[in-house]
């Protein structure tokens, strides 16, 4: 099983990117808001699932290891292919997600491409109290385009030098008391995680 892979991104596309790991490409199926998020030379950390097939070995990769749980859960209900639980997670966050189960809403998920309201009401109904939503979801932070900022904006800050970790800790910080114009935009969102973290690695390095 691989259950994780890092490395340099050598290819990105709609909902696909291609990680480099000790010289070999792997192909990995991610959700769109983290295709969006990653560029060309950057350095990737995904969790991944490895789906077996009889004709076919796919990789599933999410840069949280929630998102990862999620996806399996997913995928263990009725009708619900990998395929279409990626795009649960391209439309809808962790929280939302787990939102929708506890209010046992299934029109969240039949808006998703290819789940159909039959299968909606299916995930409603077998995921029942298998998923909690984290705090931060009253703040509206899990938004799929808030999602999508914060990730470019750890990103961003990977590239200055911080470590994944600190990078994320301090967007998810920092995404919990910006303002809803601030968590839209990734220049915004940029700025006030530059002013708590101060200098980067590298520009310290460099003095």
């Given at each position: 099983?691989?259950?994780?892979?890092r490395g340099?991104?050598l290819h990105v596309?709609?909902?696909?990117?291609?990680?480099e790991?000790?010289?070999?490409?792997f192909?990995?199926?991610?959700?769109v808001p983290?295709?969006?998020a990653?560029?060309?030379?950057d350095e990737?950390?995904?969790?991944t699932?490895?789906?077996?097939?009889?004709?076919?070995?796919s990789l599933?990769?999410?840069?949280?290891?929630d998102?990862?749980?999620?996806f399996?859960?997913?995928?263990?209900v009725?009708?619900?292919?990998?395929?279409?639980a990626?795009?649960?997670?391209?439309?809808?966050s962790?929280?939302?997600?787990?939102?929708?189960?506890?209010?046992e809403d299934?029109?969240?998920?039949?808006?998703?491409?290819?789940?159909g309201?039959?299968?909606?009401?299916?995930?409603v109904?077998?995921?029942?109290g298998k998923?909690?939503?984290?705090p931060?979801?009253?703040?509206g932070?899990?938004a799929?385009?808030?999602?999508a900022?914060?990730?470019?904006?750890?990103a961003?800050l990977v590239a200055l030098?911080?470590?994944?970790?600190v990078?994320?800790?301090t967007?998810?910080?920092?995404?919990?008391?910006?303002?809803a114009?601030?968590r839209?935009?990734?220049?915004?969102l940029l700025?006030l995680?530059?002013?708590?973290?101060?200098p980067?690695?590298?520009?310290?390095?460099?003095v």
């Amino acid at each position: 099983m691989i259950s994780s892979l890092r490395g340099s991104v050598l290819h990105v596309g709609a909902e696909s990117v291609v990680v480099e790991v000790g010289g070999v490409g792997f192909a990995v199926a991610v959700p769109v808001p983290l295709a969006r998020a990653l560029h060309l030379g950057d350095e990737a950390f995904l969790h991944t699932n490895l789906v077996v097939r009889d004709d076919a070995l796919s990789l599933y990769g999410f840069a949280e290891r929630d998102e990862l749980e999620t996806f399996a859960l997913l995928v263990s209900v009725s009708g619900v292919g990998p395929k279409s639980a990626l795009g649960v997670l391209s439309a809808l966050s962790v929280d939302q997600i787990a939102e929708a189960v506890a209010a046992e809403d299934d029109a969240p998920f039949r808006r998703v491409s290819g789940i159909g309201p039959k299968t909606a009401k299916l995930i409603v109904v077998q995921l029942a109290g298998k998923l909690h939503a984290s705090p931060r979801a009253a703040t509206g932070t899990g938004a799929p385009a808030a999602t999508a900022v914060a990730a470019q904006v750890v990103a961003a800050l990977v590239a200055l030098g911080w470590s994944e970790r600190v990078s994320t800790e301090t967007v998810h910080e920092i995404v919990a008391d910006a303002s809803a114009s601030d968590r839209a935009a990734v220049p915004a969102l940029l700025k006030l995680a530059l002013a708590q973290l101060g200098p980067s690695r590298t520009e310290r390095t460099s003095v």
